[in-house]
């Protein structure tokens, strides 16, 4: 269990740290929420029908972003080698990764995803509920996103691939979450598609380790 | 230090054959190790003593037989494997990549101060892994050795890209170890250690275990 913990504080710190790279998914969902309105138009009418929906696209998008290096660091220096030749089980090995860098980077998504969501004509009453929905949602598309990330971490620019196996599984995640925003933004009923919408990330957050521990394991084969 | 199992450690392996894709590397490798023994792996680049160091690790399927570690009064014998790769992360200096494996393994903080000083790295601490030589990481990796004593030690190459004195030292480790009734399994080229087995991995199809 302590090694399990100590990959977690360690991810955490990387994260945050030289290379770690959490700020790009964070830019890269500000901008492609903030270029929105020049595509579809500034009028208040076309951002309430296209807003919500773009935003949640772009937050699947950017929660993408980061999977390409999520485990492919560790293999290419043999960080993995030496965490799996300890006989420690590559499914914590997993969670704690993934679960480190959904914290570093979930979190500054769902504090900026309010200010998009105002930008793009949200009621600004519904900004709590913005921000429950993109950590349940970045939680989903983290944890699935994992699945990925090992299939393609013994790849050379294995991004296409993560995007191929992953988008599918972000389906059911993209229906109930983009729901649940037109609810907020409409004032209707958001209840089910919030429960739906968690639902989905914690299938992902109890599915998702095993899946990547077996990727893993034929990845360092 | 290696637990009451440790002298009882044996390491045996029956008929096994390893696979890179379609080609065997090797195949028909039985031979029996117990603990305070050392075996050199020998052979020519690309005749699978890494990756029988990996299969021994377990992460490689072997292609066929056996091999299994027991020592008494313990469900399996814990292993430690240094591949090529040293594990050293860029960003992290040397001192929070040896706490983190302190951590890792649950011991405390002094070991890893203790492990840093035995490899030669005091003074080197707050130098990130970007910074270090070639040598200076693989003297990081062989701290896992030290901060947690496992009775199996699986080393590739160890002494690669060490110097005169790195190599001592590592010569040394693995005497110690051996002393405490501990289990080295170790590919290597050139000077070996001293009172070794030997098994030349490219003579394997005669079975050849000296």
Redo the contacts between chains.
């Keep these: 269990m302590?090694?399990s913990?100590?990959?977690f504080?360690?991810e955490l710190k990387?994260a945050w740290?030289?290379?770690?790279g959490a700020a790009l998914p964070v830019g890269f969902f500000a901008a492609a929420s903030s270029i929105t309105p020049f595509a579809v138009g500034n009028g208040v009418e076309n951002l309430k029908v296209a807003g919500p929906g773009v935003m949640w696209i772009a937050l699947a998008l950017a929660s993408l972003l980061p999977m390409e290096r999520l485990f492919q660091a560790d293999l290419?220096?043999?960080?993995l080698?030496?965490y799996?030749?300890?006989?420690?089980g590559m499914e914590g090995i997993a969670l704690a990764k993934t679960l480190a860098h959904w914290i570093a980077t979930g979190i500054p998504l769902a504090i900026i995803a309010p200010v998009l969501w105002i930008m793009l004509q949200g009621p600004p009453e519904a900004s709590w509920f913005v921000i429950v929905f993109s950590l349940i949602g970045s939680a989903a598309f983290f944890f699935f996103g994992s699945i990925g990330a090992a299939l393609a971490a013994g790849m050379r620019r294995g991004g296409l691939l993560i995007a191929l196996v992953t988008l599918p599984l972000y389906v059911p995640t993209m229906i109930f979450g983009a729901a649940g925003l037109y609810a907020a933004a409409s004032g209707g009923e958001w209840a089910a598609p919030l429960m739906l919408t968690a639902a989905a990330a914690l299938f992902g957050i109890a599915t998702s380790s095993f899946a990547a521990a077996m990727a893993l394991r034929t990845a360092?084969? | 230090m290696l637990g009451a199992g440790a002298s009882s450690l044996v390491l045996e392996v029956e008929n096994l054959a390893a696979a890179r894709g379609l080609r065997i590397l090797f195949e028909g490798l039985s031979f029996r190790l117990s603990g305070g023994e050392v075996l050199e792996l020998r052979g020519p680049n690309g005749s699978g003593k890494s990756t029988l160091l990996r299969i021994l690790?377990?992460?490689?399927?072997a292609h066929a037989g056996t091999l299994a570690f027991t020592a008494a009064g313990e469900d399996?014998p814990?292993?430690?494997?240094l591949?090529?790769?040293?594990?050293?992360?860029?960003?992290?200096t040397a001192a929070e990549q040896a706490a983190?494996w302190a951590?890792?393994?649950?011991r405390d903080q002094a070991e890893a101060l203790k492990a840093m000083k035995r490899v030669g790295l005091s003074g080197r601490e707050q130098v990130p892994g970007r910074g270090l030589s070639a040598g200076q990481k693989r003297r990081l990796a062989l701290v896992?050795l030290l901060i947690?004593p496992r009775p199996v030690w699986?080393l590739d190459e160890p002494t690669a890209a060490l110097d005169i004195e790195g190599r001592a030292l590592v010569t040394q480790l693995v005497a110690e170890h051996r002393a405490r009734g501990g289990m080295v399994i170790a590919a290597i080229h050139g000077d070996g250690f001293e009172g070794s087995r030997t098994l030349d991995i490219s003579e394997l199809k005669t079975g050849a275990v000296a």
């Design positions: 302590s090694g913990f100590s990959v504080a360690r990387l740290s030289g290379g770690g290419e220096d043999g960080t080698d030496a799996a030749g300890s006989g420690i360092i084969d | 690790a377990g992460l490689t399927r399996e814990g292993r430690h494997y591949g090529h790769l040293d594990a050293v992360k860029p960003s992290e983190f951590r890792y393994f649950g896992r947690e699986l």
